[in-house]
T-cell receptor, first 115, second 112 residues
Framework: KAGVTQTPRYLIKTRGQQVTLSCSPISGHRSVSWYQQTPGQGLQFLFE???????NKGNFPGRFSGRQFSNSRSEMNVSTLELGDSALYLC??????????????FGPGTRLTVL | EDKVVQSPLSLVVHEGDTVTLNCSYEVTNFRSLLWYKQEKKAPTFLFMLTSSGIEKKSGRLSSILDKKELFSILNITATQTGDSAVYLC????????????FGSGTKLNVKP
């Protein structure tokens, strides 16, 4: 089974621009979560999508948004980039079962640098 | 406020040593605790713990959860240089499927 894939792997943008990152979960997984990882803040939860609906959201400004498509692929968008948005953005996929305890598998990440 | 605290923040040992990494948590509606290993890439899943007192084991790695005292430990025996990585602990909460709170990680450096 193929793992979680993310594209692009590396991205360099300038302040004020916007960026879209893509994530394809493991086949059969319907839940996709996004995280931001920085040296100072560690791994922080952005949001989670399941069946094209955002189920959970972390404490990030509205510049961070996402969506999920019917094939479970997800995109994350950051508008009006700031220097502090430079980070590794990780996507994780989980299967879904009522009352189950879900393991979460990560993709390789997208390294975003904002200049 | 929900939080996950890992200790120590960093650790330097020599090959063959045994190490114990700690993860304590204060979260509402605990559901599961996960351990990950992160090298220079995405975190790799190691263990998921949901019940107290049941040890999970994989080779030289083992982990156990204490839901009464709200902590977990990850043990690595006979460490190797390939064990050098950041070890992350994450706690999943009930009622919010697939929402996890992560600790800041323990950076392990195993010297030859």
């Amino acid at each position: 089974k193929a793992g979680v894939t993310q594209t692009p792997r590396y991205l360099i943008k300038t302040r004020g621009q916007q960026v879209t990152l893509s994530c394809s979960p493991i086949s059969g997984h319907r839940s996709v979560s996004w995280y931001q990882q920085t040296p100072g803040q560690g791994l922080q939860f952005l949001f989670e999508y399941f069946s094209e609906t955002q189920r959970n959201k972390g404490n990030f400004p509205g510049r961070f948004s996402g969506r999920q498509f019917s094939n479970s692929r997800s995109e994350m968008n950051v508008s009006t980039l700031e220097l502090g948005d430079s980070a590794l953005y990780l996507c994780a996929s989980s299967s879904q079962g009522s009352g189950s305890y879900n393991e979460q598998f990560f993709g390789p990440g997208t390294r975003l640098t904002v200049l | 406020e929900d939080k996950v605290v890992q200790s120590p923040l960093s650790l330097v040992v020599h090959e063959g040593d045994t190490v114990t990494l700690n993860c304590s948590y204060e979260v509402t509606n605990f559901r599961s605790l996960l351990w990950y290993k992160q090298e220079k890439k995405a975190p790799t899943f190691l263990f998921m713990l949901t019940s107290s007192g049941i040890e999970k084991k994989s080779g030289r790695l083992s982990s156990i959860l204490d839901k009464k005292e709200l902590f977990s430990i990850l043990n690595i025996t006979a460490t190797q240089t390939g064990d050098s990585a950041v070890y992350l602990c994450a706690v999943g909460v009930e009622y919010n499927f697939n929402k996890f709170y992560f600790g800041s990680g323990t950076k392990l450096n195993v010297k030859p």
